[in-house]
């Protein structure tokens, strides 16, 4: 299958599952395949199908950091823009169902978050999550899959990051990090990026904070570690990219960060280093 050959495959993967549903659960950022880097954005969106309302939720409450990762989406943009580079992003709500868990994690539907109940996930069953792992999960997932073949067969092996944000408390205790990194046992990326945010003193940047990167099948597991692919779960605190100064910001910080990384020889490589949760 050549470059052409898997696009065409990844864009009919990305469109919707059923004509009873026009709902696309994924967006494909298009850039240079050969560059050496895919984004991904677990969850970019808090968007929801017709079908479902708001879950029964206010509005309020879904634009919090439980409907989504505030603030990512347009940062994904503008880093792929500027960098000339692909990204796969989600477009519906991490409450419909969140792909950064694996399919039998429980809190891969969430009947209750940071305190809110989901009303329109308060009694779903089996028969319901089997559809939303068909229709918005599994499409996100294999449009990860095919973007990652494709770069793989356009230029050197792909590193990835990943972009999400995370709350500046939680739960009534402060989070000092303006940023943290990610990872489980591959450092050639995430040590590295670590190191580079380091070097700005206004920055506190936290190793593995405020999350630990070892989560067995979320989509680092699943599409880097699992492969061999260098990469990096980057968490920015949302109230830094809540506004589009602060995107615009974060990305001038990142875009050299980034280009610099790619030039070191051994994140191209395929690599297996394992993980914790094995």
């Known amino acids: 299958m ?27 950022i298009e850039g240079d395949w050969s560059r050496g880097l895919v984004l991904l954005c677990d969850h970019a969106s ?60 429980p809190t891969l539907v969430m009947r209750l978050s940071d305190g809110a109940v989901i009303p329109g996930n308060a009694y779903i069953d089996k028969e319901e999550i089997d559809y939303r792992l068909q229709h918005f999960y ?5 449009a ?34 303006h940023a943290g990194v990610l990872w489980d046992k591959d450092p050639r990326l995430a ?6 945010l380091g070097k700005d003193p206004d920055l506190i940047v936290g190793d593995n904070e405020p999350y630990l990167g070892a989560l067995k099948n979320d989509t680092m597991y699943r599409h880097a570690s699992s492969a061999g692919l260098a990469h990096a779960l980057l968490e920015i605190r949302q109230d830094l990219i809540g506004d ?4 615009a910001a974060w990305c ?10 790619l030039e070191l020889p051994d994140v191209h490589q395929i690599r297996h280093f394992g993980s914790s949760v094995e």
């Open 2 to 28: 050549n470059e052409d050959e898997m696009l065409e495959k990844l864009l009919h993967n990305s469109s919707a599952p059923s004509t009873d549903d026009p709902f696309q659960p994924v967006e494909l």
């Open 46 to 105: 808090n968007g929801l199908p017709s079908k479902y309302g708001s879950l029964g939720l206010p509005a309020e409450e879904l634009a919090r950091h439980i409907g989504y990762d505030i603030g990512t989406a347009d940062l994904t943009r503008m880093l792929a823009r500027a960098l000339g580079i692909p990204a796969v992003m989600t477009t519906f709500s991490r409450l419909l169902i969140d792909p950064n868990r694996g399919e039998d994690d």
């Open 138 to 142: 599994r499409p996100y997932h294999q």
């Open 144 to 177: 990860v899959t095919t973007a990652l073949a494709t770069a793989t067969t356009a230029g050197p092996g792909p590193a990835v990051v990943s972009i999400h944000s995370f709350t500046a408390n939680w739960r009534g205790w402060p989070r000092p990090w």
């Open 191 to 196: 040590v590295p990026l670590i190191e580079a």
């Open 244 to 247: 589009p100064a602060g995107v």
């Open 252 to 261: 001038e910080k990142l875009v050299p960060i980034l280009l610099d990384l």
